[in-house]
């Protein structure tokens, strides 16, 4: 239980999360880029990636060496790790800017014009093999170079093919086409390389939400408008209504209605007062708020968002895992058959061997699977994009894909079904009546004192109740002198409560198991315990070595939208069940409120473990949601661990998880579910398409009726049409 916005944030990348190794430059180390992204950044972003990540960006290439767009025309497919720092350059030299492009296109445009309508005669001839050949200049300049480096390394790139086919194509006398595939073909791969670059900073734009300046208190008390970068830590910043909030801070001043949707998702509005954390990115409506800034420019949780959803597009999802290796089978065989129509056609089928090596120059024009490529990184990256913005953060696309196959969701009580944050309702001395006022007194300092040294919400309320109750009583004077000091020896004992000596003697405050354990417990006593665990109660006590000498009952309540929530997953077929470290009655309690009809207690951290491993034994793949310390194994364990990600939720529970809800929003797992099946389908309809058009060229191709501009039209179509298909997630909104 952390108390400010900053150190309670999943590290994307710290030990234990399921994210890549984070490189060592943070996104703070970019901060110019960082807000340029209205116009043409192909060249920073891409650059910019490839220094701050290990792996390729999501890049679409195939092993074999596709050469398919995304800014990468990684022809050097196993190259990538080793030698990023240089094939950032090679990749840009492949591909011309838009205006090489253009005039490529128009000068092929004029061989085909001149091949139909210039007179003949060898001059004639020759200057219009002249055009076509500056245009396949123009533009293929790149594709030539890397796709002879290709070759050298006995790697079958597109671009090698292409190179082939363009090449070939031309010296059989089709050179207005030569001209047109090599043109047609680059145009396509800018169009897919702009659209993947588009898709993959869409999430960037949520950084724009966080303005540039700061209205900062300066060392004369006045405010002054200053760059948000140049405002320290601890600094107070004053945010008026309408305005956005700079940076993350706690309130001091002021109460407001905040809009925190870029954050949470939840276009709800959260009243806030002092104490209360502010995001960056967030709209202050109604009041004028100040606010102690908790977190540097470049340190938000928007900006942690934004590098984790940018970590989680660079894991590789395993369809697309898939389809690189599906490509890199295709593209061979696909090649292998060109060799065959042009050898085999003349043969045995009689064609003209002209005709022959047209249609297998055809088929090497189509052994580009660029459209499959693309077709995954797109999906899965407009998908976590969109789930980003409704206060879903999903770590990877490994998570988002498995998420469809969820059998059961295991969810832990505290922080997670309720609020986490239990009051105090009742407590007394045991055994009952026995203690005079000043025991009764002393019992509750004890208790305080060890409640306060601790950050479970169960001690949290306990200490929260008693320190109101001595600040007002008599034994005002008393607290200052039994400081936090006098508690000697503390320790957590996890799943029980705590323990500590104060004044000499050993005290421990904690669970019913932890008396049990003592044999401190007595019938009297449990029953006193059913009482309150029958209402949904969780009880504490302290004891020291002769006994129990008080009983403190907690209440939590359960979030709003959780009995829906629940509903929401049995609708989909899953099975819910709890899991809590509370004792059971309570336990049971709390799930038959939000409709659950499973409920297991008593767990400790290991326990909740095992459990969970039974479930996947038992139902299959299993979720945990969680967000405590204790359910930080269960998370790992899952087959995908949501952890609680707004107020109270630990950085443990956070880092470990694959999913953080940015809202606290329960729903949002049985969301993730749909957004997952949703993926699925768009994911297959666009390999199915791809492959579609691919079969249906061969067919063409092997019936002698293919031209190759038709197959490099094609291929472009679908690869504009799959990447279209793709984006259409990124206007995905879950169940509401
Ligand atoms: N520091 C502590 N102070 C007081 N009680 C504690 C403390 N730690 C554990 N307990 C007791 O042990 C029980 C189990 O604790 P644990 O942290 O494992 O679960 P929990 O967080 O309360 O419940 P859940 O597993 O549903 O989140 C608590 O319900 C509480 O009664
Ligand atoms: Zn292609």
């Known amino acids: 239980m952390n108390s400010t916005p900053h150190s309670r944030w999943p590290l994307p990348g710290a030990q234990g999360t399921a994210l890549p190794p984070t490189p060592p430059a943070p996104l703070a180390a970019h901060p110019p880029h960082d807000h340029d992204h209205d116009h043409d950044h192909d060249h920073d972003h891409d650059h910019d990636h490839d220094h701050r990540t290990p792996a390729p960006v999501a890049s679409a290439c195939a092993p074999a060496g596709c050469g398919c767009s995304h800014g990468s025309s990684h022809s050097d497919g196993d190259g990538h790790g080793a030698d990023d720092g240089n094939h950032a350059g090679h990749d840009h030299g492949a591909l011309p800017g838009w205006a090489r492009v253009g005039a490529a296109l128009a000068l092929a445009l004029l061989a085909e014009l001149w091949h139909l309508f210039a007179p003949a005669g060898h001059t004639w001839q020759a200057a219009g093999m002249a055009l076509a050949a500056a245009a396949i200049a123009l533009s293929g300049l790149g594709i030539y170079r890397s796709g002879l480096r290709d070759l050298a390394r006995l790697r079958l790139g597109i671009h090698a093919l292409m190179a082939v086919a363009v090449t070939g194509a031309f010296l059989i006398g089709q050179w207005p086409e030569a001209a047109m595939v090599m043109a047609l073909y680059v145009a396509a791969e800018r169009i897919e390389d702009g659209a993947m670059d588009r898709a993959r900073h869409a999430i960037r734009q949520l950084l724009a939400l966080a303005p540039d300046s700061a209205d900062m208190q300066g060392s004369d008390g006045q405010f002054q408008r200053v760059p948000a970068r140049s405002v320290p830590l601890g600094a107070t910043v004053r945010i008026a209504p309408g305005a956005r909030v700079p940076l993350d801070g706690t309130i001091t001043r002021g109460h407001s209605a905040v809009n925190q949707a870029p954050i949470t998702g939840e276009s709800a509005l959260a009243d806030k007062g002092p104490g209360k954390p502010l995001y960056a990115g967030s709209i202050n409506t109604t009041g004028e708020l100040d606010m102690r800034v908790t977190s540097a420019a470049g340190q938000t949780t928007l900006d942690r968002i934004v590098h984790a959803v940018e970590q989680a597009q660079v894991s590789r999802a395993p369809t697309q895992r898939f389809i690189d290796r599906f490509a890199a089978l295709y593209t061979p065989t696909v090649l292998v058959l060109a060799v065959a129509l042009a050898v085999g056609a003349p043969l045995l089928l009689d064609w003209g061997w002209r005709d022959a090596l047209y249609q297998a120059l055809v088929l090497l024009v189509m052994a580009c699977p660029c459209a499959l490529v693309i077709a995954t990184p797109v999906t899965v990256v407009s998908a976590l994009t969109a789930a980003a913005r409704h206060g879903i953060l999903i770590k990877g696309g490994s998570a988002l894909e498995a998420a469809r196959h969820l059998r059961a969701v295991a969810l832990d009580k505290t922080g997670t079904l309720t609020h986490g944050q239990p009051t105090l309702v009742a407590w007394q001395t045991w055994p009952e009546g026995a203690a005079s006022a000043t025991q009764h007194t002393a019992t509750a300092q004890a208790a305080l004192l060890l409640a306060a040294r601790s950050d479970h919400p169960v001690s949290r309320a306990i200490a929260q109740a008693l320190q109101a109750g001595a600040g007002s009583a008599a034994a005002r004077h008393t607290a200052p002198t039994l400081s936090a000091d006098a508690v000697e020896h503390f320790t957590a004992l996890p799943g029980r409560g705590v323990q500590g000596h104060i004044n000499g003697q050993p005290l421990v405050l904690g669970n019913l198991r932890l008396v049990q354990e003592r044999g401190q417990s007595s019938p009297a006593l449990e029953a006193a315990l059913a009482q309150h665990a029958e209402q949904g109660r969780s009880v504490t006590l302290l004891a020291d070595a002769h006994g129990v000498r008080a009983l403190f009952a907690v209440a939590d309540t359960l979030r709003a939208h959780a009995p829906e929530a629940i509903a929401q997953l049995q609708a989909l077929g899953i099975t819910t069940v709890v899991l809590s470290g509370d004792n059971l009655a309570t336990v049971q309690a709390i799930a038959r409120e939000a409709g659950i009809l499973e409920a297991r207690g008593a767990l400790l951290p290991e326990d909740k473990l095992n459990a969970l491993a039974e479930m996947q034994q038992r139902l299959g793949a299993t979720a945990m949601v969680g967000d405590g310390i204790n359910d930080a194994p269960a998370l790992a364990r899952a087959d995908i661990g949501f952890a609680m990600g707004g107020n109270g939720s630990t950085g443990m529970a956070m880092e470990t998880a694959t999913v953080v809800l940015m ?51 094609a291929d472009m179509g679908a690869s504009l049409l799959v990447v279209a298909n793709g984006l259409r997630l990124r206007r995905w909104r879950g169940q509401r």
């Open 663 to 713: 809202s606290d929003d329960l729903r949002r797992v049985a969301d993730t579910v749909g957004l997952s099946r949703r993926t699925h389908r768009v994911l297959w309809q666009n390999i199915a398409f791809a492959l579609g058009v691919k079969v249906l060229f061969f067919g063409l191709a092997l019936a002698g009726s293919a031209t190759l501009w038709m197959a490099v039209l």
